[in-house]
């Protein structure tokens, strides 16, 4: 089945409608730095929420930090996540995980709402379709969080002036709700009917940060699911599996990340368009081609020859992912040089790989490119 990232697949005439409505509404010289960055999201995303609230989670232990921060910090990862990048590249301070901090002086570099396991959609929701959420937190938390903070800024004025100096993230969301379907045995076609939903809750909060006075939202897109070892693993020796000859990824995981994408982009052109005119810049960042490119060629991006193999985790196996054997318990293993692998812990992925994905997120959208901020890439 083909790959090719899907704006691709649109004819000539509508893809230049469509990179025309992508184009940066503001100038560069007019964004010249953002007070900081507002983020939502799940595990992709946080960097510290479920370690703050609980006192655990994935990233409360070592080897989580390893990498980098030299200790656990609650980012699911070796080292950092796809948002750090794109923070450092800023030349913003990393935002303050929305649990360790109270005041508006603890929120002023940014706060970041992004939790682990979190859902796009209501627990009552995935519920009354027989489905048991990771964590009883959705979106509607973190819309709920965000008005929170901003109510610690006392006028509407300044509120509204925050959030036009504010860079908001939000996702990728999406993956826990699909996740915890495969759990219950769904098929990928089962899973469908699920993402319209989680498009609208996105959707409606890209809107509730519009309406706040947002003027940069950038809205990030489904990862190739199919080449999670995690989903490998579960899927693996199941009847009517499909592999891609190539990668070795499942064909209908990453064609539902696809669908996701799809719609997800469609949206987030009718954002754009409902509120042309308003100065707002609302993107799409494909995170799906950049990881894709990397299992296709890994070695082209440095990698070493198994992009689909997790890095820390257990059970040997085709993937090194073990559901017992989760990376950071007794039993699990570490492999030599994290910066070869893609993926960390079967689920997240690599310091090495996030900067990856994050550097194509940045070239993506344009209005992100460090130089037209006057920040040096170092
Ligand atoms: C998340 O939202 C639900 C529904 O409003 C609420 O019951 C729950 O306490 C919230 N959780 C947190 C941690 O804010």
Redesign the pocket.
């Known amino acids: 089945m083909s790959t090719v990232p899907f704006p691709s697949r649109l004819c000539g005439g509508l893809l230049v409608v469509m990179v025309a409505l992508l184009l940066p509404v503001h100038s560069a010289a007019g964004k010249s730095s953002y007070t900081g960055v507002l983020s939502f999201g799940d595990s992709l995303a946080d960097t510290g929420n479920a370690l703050a ?1 609980t006192g655990g989670g994935v990233g409360s232990q070592l080897p989580y930090g390893e990498t980098f921060f030299g200790h656990p910090t609650g980012r699911a990862s070796d080292g950092r996540i796809v948002l750090d990048f794109i923070v450092e590249e800023l030349g913003m301070e990393y935002p303050t995980p929305y649990f360790a901090g109270k005041t508006a002086a603890d929120f002023q570099h940014g706060v970041n709402f992004a939790y682990g396991g979190a859902t796009a959609l ?1 627990p009552e929701f995935l519920r009354s379709r027989g489905l048991t959420p990771f964590v ?3 979106l ?2 973190q819309t ?2 965000f008005r929170q903070v901003l109510h610690l800024v006392r006028s509407v004025h300044a509120q509204r002036e925050l959030m036009a100096r504010s860079l908001v993230m939000v996702g990728e969301m999406g993956i826990n709700d699909y996740l915890v379907a495969f759990f219950a045995k769904r098929t990928p076609s089962e899973v469908e009917p699920l993402v319209p939903h989680v498009i609208q809750a996105v959707r409606s909060l890209v809107n509730e940060v519009i309406s706040a006075g947002a003027k940069t939202v950038v809205v990030r897109g489904m990862i190739p699911l199919g080449c999670q070892p995690q989903m490998l693993a579960l899927f693996e020796n199941t009847a009517g599996a499909e592999y891609n000859g190539k990668t070795g990824c499942l064909t209908r995981l990453n064609e539902l990340a696809r669908i996701h994408n799809r719609k997800l982009f469609r949206m987030v052109l009718e954002l754009r368009l409902a509120n042309l005119g308003r100065g707002v810049d609302i993107f799409y960042a494909d995170q799906y081609g950049p990881v894709d490119s990397i299992v296709r060629t890994p070695r082209r991006y440095g990698f070493g020859e198994k992009p689909l193999v997790a890095c820390c985790g257990g059970g040997g196996g085709k993937y090194n992912f073990g559901f017992s054997t989760f990376c950071g318990v007794e039993g699990a293993t570490l492999c030599s040089d994290p910066s070869k692998y893609v993926s960390w812990d079967g689920i997240h992925m690599t310091d090495t790989a996030n900067g990856r994905v994050a550097a194509a997120v940045l070239r993506s959208t344009g209005i992100l490119r460090p130089k037209s901020l006057g920040v040096a890439s170092a």
């Open positions: 609230h209501d009883l937190l959705s509607a938390n709920a969080w």
